[in-house]
């Protein structure tokens, strides 16, 4: 019982069955009363009451006095004895032309007016050729009918039940096909299921079906070939972590190695170098630590209206030596009317210190850096960081958010940072409402832009310029 296809069989079987119940019974009764109806009018059409009613109304131009023929029923004067509502009779009614009851042997009383439906169903008395009124015979449902009558009846409330029988049958034999069918979809969706858990990415069902069924498919080959993509980019993500953490611990380890062999002197210098291979590997997993946090959204951020113009004057002068040593200018354009941004002050700062520290590894002496501020699109603030370099190559533009990537696969990590920084800048942007994109072209350097919610009627006392304080 607890399959699918079983309990919607049932159901379809529970519902026909009662279907068929209601529809016979209903017909069964239906007939009954048509038929006893039917043979009450043809009794009363035999027995010549009509004529004598017809003759009555001719003779005295009215229904007066016409009482007692009614009241004895059908054929008195032919048959003494039978009294009122004799078999199978259970009264008779007449009317005069406008439906008003006359005589009620049964049903409605004198004065009464019949429904059109009813007078539809009489027998009309017609007097030189206008109706006069109308006869209405009920039959009585107690009153036994005659043998072939009976007959009758019961055989075609035989007739009733055996094609319901027959419907029921056909119903439920459709109803079994129509439940397979819609379990056969669930069955395959459970079997990818299965196949997916055992590590089987590349399951996809059929989208075929009604459109749930479809919809559902659909839903499920689209979360199966996300899965894929996530468990593609959890392995590469692994093999990539491995690589950037074994040249540190090589370079660790084989400084060590040389010193315990004697090659190296153990000296403050080699000990320097070994510690700074340490720092660099401490960054790295900090970084690894940071991005992991942002991208599960579980990095604590401390929203609050920051005006940018301080913050990118603050951010320049931290680098400004850095870049005069390497022959880079660095300039800063913003306007005096720049609306105060919704953001983490801190995390604020360290996307601009990715940035700019992408851009001065890519520099080359005597180029520029600006770091440039203005009004985005739909109200927001756009903040730039725009270098003079080499640029990037169109084939590596989608990539550079990615972790790891860098663009010239010559870069060590010494001179090309572990790859992080513009996947961590991103990501700090995205948990901070804004968006972050590049535009570049080899040879005319790279523009770093991403945008910031504003903050609407902040005083001057809401905004912070900087990290401190936090």
């Known amino acids: 019982m607890n399959r699918l296809w079983l309990q919607l069989t049932l159901g379809f079987a529970l519902v026909a069955l009662v279907s068929i119940v209601t529809v016979a019974a209903l017909a069964n009764a239906r007939a009954r009363d048509t038929f006893r109806g039917y043979l009450a009018q043809s009794q009363a059409l035999e027995s010549g009451l009509v004529e004598q009613l017809a003759e009555h109304y001719a003779t005295y131009g009215s229904w007066e006095g016409v009482e007692a023929p009614v009241a004895r029923g059908p054929g008195a004067a032919q048959r003494p004895g039978r009294g009122v509502g004799g078999p199978p009779w259970s009264g008779m009614v007449l009317t005069d032309a406008e439906g008003r009851v006359v005589v009620a042997g049964g049903g409605p009383g004198a004065g009464q007016t019949l429904s059109a439906r009813q007078l539809a ?47 029921g049958g056909a119903g439920l034999a459709l109803g079994l096909l129509m439940a397979w069918r819609l379990a056969a979809p669930l069955r395959r969706l459970a ?14 069902v059929p989208v075929a079906g009604p459109a749930e069924v479809r919809t559902v498919a659909t839903a499920f080959n689209d979360m199966a070939a996300a899965l894929a993509a996530g468990e593609a980019e959890r392995r590469q993500m692994v093999a990539d972590i491995a690589h950037e953490l074994r040249t540190p611990l090589t370079v660790i380890q084989g400084n060590l190695r040389a010193m315990l062999d004697e090659v190296y002197p153990l000296s403050r210098e080699e000990v320097a170098r070994i510690y700074e291979a340490s720092r ?36 320049a002068a931290l680098f400004a030596d850095l870049a005069a ?66 640029g990037i190559a169109p084939e590596d533009l989608p990539h550079v958010f990615e972790r790891f990537y860098r663009a010239d696969r010559g870069r060590t990590r010494e001179h090309g940072g572990s790859g992080l920084g513009l996947t961590i800048a991103n990501e700090l942007v995205r948990l901070q409402g804004g968006a972050m994109g590049v ?32």
């Open 439 to 470: 535009a570049s072209a080899p040879g005319q350097g790279a523009r770093f832009w991403f945008t910031l919610p504003v903050c609407d009627g902040c005083s001057g006392a809401d905004v912070s310029s900087g990290p401190g304080g936090l």
């Open 121 to 167: 169903q009489a027998i009309p008395i017609v007097v030189n050729g206008q109706v006069a009124g109308y006869l209405v015979a009920r039959a009585s449902g107690a009153a036994a009918l005659p043998a072939a009558a009976q007959r009758f009846l019961d055989g075609l409330n035989g007739a009733f039940w055996t094609a319901g029988a027959l419907a």
């Open 191 to 204: 079997t990818g299921a299965r196949r997916i858990a055992a590590g089987q990415f590349d399951e996809r």
């Open 280 to 315: 660099g590997l401490s960054r790295l997993v900090d970084d690894l630590r940071m991005l992991s946090l942002a991208e599960a959204g579980r990095l604590d951020l401390h929203v609050q209206p920051v005006a940018v113009g301080p913050l990118l004057a603050r951010e």
């Open 325 to 390: 040593g390497q022959g880079v200018h660095l300039h800063v354009e913003t306007s005096g009317d720049l609306p105060k941004a919704l953001a983490d002050p801190e995390r604020l700062a360290q996307v601009l210190h990715n940035l700019l520290s992408n851009a001065l590894r890519h520099t080359p002496a005597g180029g520029r850096i600006t770091l440039r501020a203005g009004s985005g699109s739909n109200g927001s603030l756009r903040l730039e960081v725009e270098d003079t370099g080499a």
